[in-house]
C-alpha cells in the first residue's frame, strides 16, 4: 500500500467516524425536534383556545354592554322641558341626515341635560319593552299632568329623588298634529292633552319605524439573487393585534378598534390571514353609543421586494360585519318639552376590504407595523381607519 | 459562535472539539436542511444522511481550500445539502420539475463533482464491503484514537498485539479490495 492510498483510506475511515458521530447526535436532534414539535403544537392549542375564548368574550361584552347603555333597546323617549316660542313638530329623522336648523339648535340647547340623563336613561328606563317614558330635568316648572292613557308609559322625575314609576298618566294616543300650544308655551285649558304627548316609538326589535338596513425559513429564505435573508427561521405562522380609531356606518360614528389576526405565509411575497375587528364608539353627535364587529379573510401581497426588515402589502378579502348601534331619532316638542326617540338598530352586512401595511421587524419573531384599511358592504357600510399592530411570529 | 471558530473546532485533531462543532452544527443547521428535504420528497432518514454527507463535504472543502469565506458556513452548508439532495433525487428518477431549485451562487454543484474525487469514491465504496466489525475496529483506532487495549477489551482478545493483529488484517483487506 503506498502512502497516496493510505491516505485516501484514512480519508474515508475519518469520513465514516465523522458519519457514525453524526448519526448520533442526528438521532438526538430527531428526538428532541419531535418533542418540540409536541409542546409547539400543545402551546399552539393552547394559544388558539384562548384567543377563541377572548375573542368571543370581548364580542359578548361588547354587544351585552352596548344593549345595557342602550336607552331605547326597549324603546324610549325622552321629554326635554323646555319653554319654546312657536308650535314645533320636529318631522321624524333619519339619523344619518342633518336635523332642521330648529332641531339643530333645540339640540344644542339640551345637549348638556341630555349627556346627564343617558347615565339615567340606562337605569330607568322602563325593560319591559312597553312604550315611552318621560324625563323631568328639573330645570323647569314640572311636568303638566298627563291623561291616563292605553299604554304603559313611564313617568321619571329626575330633578327629584323618585323612583321610576309605571304611570298611566301617559296616553300613548296617536299624533300631535293637533295640539294646540300658546306662544308661552302652555297649553290651552280647552286642549286634549292626552292627544299631545305621546310619540309612537320604534320598537328595539327592528320594527316600526327604525331606520331599515339590509341593511414571518433559515437560509432557504435566502432570496433570489440576494444575500439577505427574508426569514431567519421558517416561522409560517403569525398573530398580530392592534389598535386603532376608525370611521364606521356611513363615517359619522368613530370608534376605538381592536383587531385580532391570525396569518400564515405561503411565500415570503404571499399571506393569507383571519382577522376580527371590534369597534366600540361611546357617542358623538346622534350617536348615543354603537359596538361593531368584522370578520374576514385577507389575501396579501408584498408589492416591494420584502426584506427581512421591511415588508410593505397590500390586502384584499371578504368580510362581514355586524354592528349594533342607538341614535336618536325624532324629536318632538310637546308642552313646550323636546321629546327624543332613541332608536336601538342593528344590522350585518357582506362586504370586501382593502388595506394597505407595513410591516417592520424588531426581532426574528417580533414586529411592529401599521395599516389603513377600509370596509365597504353592501348596504353601503363602511368601516376604514388605522390601526397600529404588534405581532408575534411562531 | 463566529465561523472562524466553528472552523477551527471542526478541523481539529482533537476528537472532543470536532465533536463540540459537529454538536453545534447539527444544533444550529439540521432543522432546515430536514425541512428542504421533507418538503422535496425526502423522509427524516434522507435528510440525516444528506446533512452528514454535506458536512464531510463542508470540511473536506476546508482542508481544500475551495471553502470560500465570503459566505456563511451556515448558508454553504445549507446549499452543499441542497445540492447532494438533488442530486440523490435525480439518481432516484424523481420528478425534479417541482423541485425548488437551488441559485448558483456558489456553483456547489461544479465543485462538488470535481471533489469527489474517483478514487475516493472507489475506497468508500470498498469500505462499505468491509464487514461491519471492521469497518468499526478502523474507526476506532484511526479516527477515535482508541487504544490497543480498548480494542482488546471491546472484543475480549487475548493479547494487545492481538488487538493489534486484528486491526491490521482489516487494513489489509480494504486495500487489498481497493487495489
Redesign the interface.
Known amino acids: ?1 503506498d502512502r497516496k ?1 493510505f491516505e ?16 448520533q ?3 438526538q ?2 428526538a428532541g ?1 419531535q418533542k418540540t414539535w409536541l409542546k409547539k403544537t400543545i402551546w399552539k392549542s393552547i394559544f388558539g383556545v384562548a384567543l377563541v375564548s377572548v375573542t368571543a368574550v370581548s364580542a359578548y361584552w361588547l354587544l351585552s354592554k352596548n344593549k345595557e347603555d342602550a336607552p331605547t333597546t326597549t324603546s324610549g323617549q325622552v321629554i326635554v322641558k323646555q319653554n319654546l316660542t312657536e308650535e314645533t313638530r320636529q318631522t321624524p329623522k333619519s339619523y344619518k341626515k342633518d336635523n332642521t336648523e330648529s332641531s339643530t339648535k333645540d339640540r344644542s340647547d339640551v345637549q348638556g341635560s341630555l349627556g346627564d340623563w343617558q347615565s339615567d336613561i340606562a337605569t330607568k328606563t322602563d325593560k319591559t319593552g312597553a312604550g315611552p317614558m318621560t324625563i323631568n330635568t328639573g330645570k323647569s316648572e314640572p311636568l303638566e299632568e298627563i291623561k291616563p292613557g292605553s299604554s304603559t308609559p313611564t313617568q321619571v322625575d329626575t330633578g327629584s329623588d323618585e323612583d321610576i314609576e309605571p304611570s298611566s298618566e301617559v296616553d300613548s294616543t296617536d299624533d300631535l298634529e293637533d295640539t294646540q300650544v300658546n306662544e308661552d308655551g302652555s297649553i290651552p285649558a280647552d286642549s286634549d292633552t292626552s292627544a299631545n304627548t305621546t310619540i309612537n316609538i320604534p320598537n328595539s326589535d327592528g320594527q316600526g319605524d327604525t331606520v331599515a338596513s339590509d341593511s414571518t ?4 429564505a ?1 432570496d ?2 440576494s ?1 439577505e435573508p427574508i426569514e431567519k427561521k ?1 416561522l409560517k405562522w403569525d398573530f398580530t393585534t392592534g389598535i386603532g380609531y376608525g370611521f364606521v356606518s356611513t363615517g359619522d360614528i368613530r370608534c376605538l378598534t381592536l383587531n385580532n389576526e391570525i396569518g400564515y405565509r405561503f411565500t415570503h411575497r404571499l399571506y393569507a390571514s383571519v382577522h376580527g375587528n371590534f369597534g366600540k364608539s361611546y357617542g358623538n353627535g346622534d350617536i348615543v353609543n354603537a359596538s361593531f364587529i368584522t370578520g374576514g379573510v385577507y389575501m396579501h401581497c408584498s408589492v416591494l421586494k420584502p426584506t427581512w426588515k421591511n415588508q410593505l402589502r397590500i390586502s384584499a378579502g371578504p368580510a362581514l360585519y355586524t354592528i349594533s348601534h342607538t341614535y336618536r331619532g325624532s324629536s318632538n316638542v310637546v308642552n313646550g318639552q323636546i321629546v327624543w326617540d332613541y332608536i336601538f338598530e342593528r344590522r350585518r352586512a357582506f362586504g370586501y376590504s382593502i388595506a394597505i401595511e407595513d410591516r417592520y421587524a424588531v426581532t426574528d419573531r417580533i414586529f411592529v407595523g401599521a395599516r389603513l384599511y377600509t370596509h365597504q358592504f353592501r348596504n353601503a357600510d363602511i368601516v376604514s381607519g388605522a390601526n397600529l399592530n404588534f405581532g408575534y411570529k411562531f | 459562535m463566529t465561523d472562524t471558530q466553528l472552523i477551527e473546532l471542526l478541523t481539529s485533531e482533537d476528537n472532543g472539539l470536532r ?1 463540540k462543532g ?2 453545534y452544527l ?2 444550529r ?4 436542511v ?3 428535504v421533507k418538503r422535496n420528497s425526502g423522509n ?1 432518514e434522507d435528510a ?1 444522511d444528506i ?2 454527507e454535506g ?2 463535504a463542508l ?2 472543502n476546508i482542508h481544500n481550500q475551495s471553502f470560500r469565506k465570503t ?1 456563511s458556513l ?2 454553504y452548508l ?2 452543499i445539502c ?1 445540492n447532494l439532495w438533488l442530486q440523490e433525487l435525480r439518481k432516484m428518477n424523481r420528478n425534479t420539475a417541482e423541485i ?1 431549485t437551488s ?1 448558483s ?1 456558489h456553483d456547489l454543484e461544479r465543485n462538488l463533482a470535481s471533489e469527489f ?1 474517483e ?2 469514491q472507489v ?2 465504496d470498498k ?1 462499505n464491503t468491509l464487514g461491519e466489525e471492521c ?1 468499526k475496529i ?2 476506532l483506532f ?3 484514537k482508541k487504544s490497543m487495549k480498548y480494542l482488546q477489551e471491546l472484543y475480549q482478545l487475548g493479547s494487545t498485539q492481538a488487538a493489534k493483529n486484528k486491526k491490521s488484517r482489516c ?1 489489509k483487506k ?2 487489498s479490495l ?1 487495489e
Open positions: 500500500m492510498e485516501v483510506i484514512m480519508q474515508v475511515i475519518q469520513e465514516e467516524g465523522i458519519r457514525q458521530e453524526l448519526g447526535m442526528i438521532d436532534k430527531h425536534v425559513l433559515a437560509r432557504d435566502v433570489q439573487g444575500d421558517n | 465533536n459537529f454538536s447539527v444544533e443547521d439540521y432543522e432546515p430536514l425541512s428542504y427524516p440525516k446533512f452528514q458536512l464531510i470540511i473536506r459566505s451556515k448558508s445549507y446549499s441542497k425548488e441559485t451562487e474525487d478514487k475516493l475506497v468508500r469500505f469497518q478502523l474507526v484511526y479516527y477515535k487494513l480494504l486495500s481497493v
